[in-house]
């Protein structure tokens, strides 16, 4: 089946450092691949996406590019705010899969001032 | 920008209590969702509707669980008698204003305290 890995957290940076978060993918077809974040007490928001391979989703200045070869999806911020403080996930969704997105376990992200 | 409310925000409930759970999706979508994320965990697929119907649900989605949309606007998660283990935070998402969904729209949660 469908499956999602990301690196384990917590992951610890300060203020404008750079940060990857590691995500691979195991899908049958094509899927789109999804980032969501969850801020403290608050739901799922869709962060980017990318629905083809070599698109780069981007958003708030957060990047990731679908590398089909390598089937992956990092997260990428060239520098990070205390404010990116949250839980990242990385999800898939499939035509076969009815476009139900398979989420990954998350990876906290803590950013220090 | 429209976007998912759910209400309420947090419920606790003693175990064997019925809860509903109640979601407002975004007006122009056809497509609806529950999902769970207990504390820590993965976020977990429940139930898909569409058309008035369930079109797909999970192996957690027993007969416990019950999802209706009783007007245009609302749509529902009912536990019909709540375990310890239902304690989680409930999302409520929807996407698709026509054919396939590729993207899904998620509400803030509710979170559900079963004692």
């Known amino acids: 089946g469908d499956s999602v890995t990301q690196m384990e957290g917590p992951v610890t940076l300060s203020e404008e450092a750079f940060l990857t978060i590691n995500c691979t993918y195991t899908?049958?077809?094509?899927?789109?691949l999804f980032w969501y974040v969850q801020y403290p007490g608050e739901g799922l928001q869709l962060l980017l996406k990318a629905t083809k391979a070599d698109d780069k989703g981007s958003n708030k200045g957060f990047e990731a590019t679908y590398r089909k070869e390598t089937t992956s999806f990092h997260l990428e911020k060239g520098s990070v705010q205390v404010s990116d403080s949250a839980v990242y996930f990385c999800a898939l969704s499939t035509a076969g899969g009815s476009y139900i997105p398979t989420f990954g376990r998350g990876t906290s992200l803590i950013v220090h001032p | 920008e429209p976007e998912v409310t759910q209400t309420p925000s947090h419920q606790v409930t003693q175990m064997g209590q019925e809860v509903i759970l109640r979601c407002v999706p975004i007006?122009?979508?056809?497509?609806f969702y529950w999902y769970r994320q207990i504390l820590g965990q993965k976020v977990e697929f429940l139930v898909s509707f569409y058309n008035n119907e369930i079109s797909e649900k999970s192996e957690i989605f027993d007969d416990q669980f019950s999802v209706e949309r009783p007007d245009g606007s609302n749509f529902t998660l009912k536990i019909r008698s709540t375990k310890l283990e239902d304690s989680a935070m409930y999302f409520c998402?929807?996407?698709?204003?026509?054919?396939?969904?590729?993207?899904?729209?998620f509400g803030p949660g509710t979170r559900l305290l079963v004692l």
């Open positions: 007006s122009n979508h056809l497509y």
């Open positions: 998402a929807s996407g698709g204003t026509g054919g396939m969904v590729e993207t899904q729209y």
């Open positions: 899908a049958t077809g094509y899927p789109s």
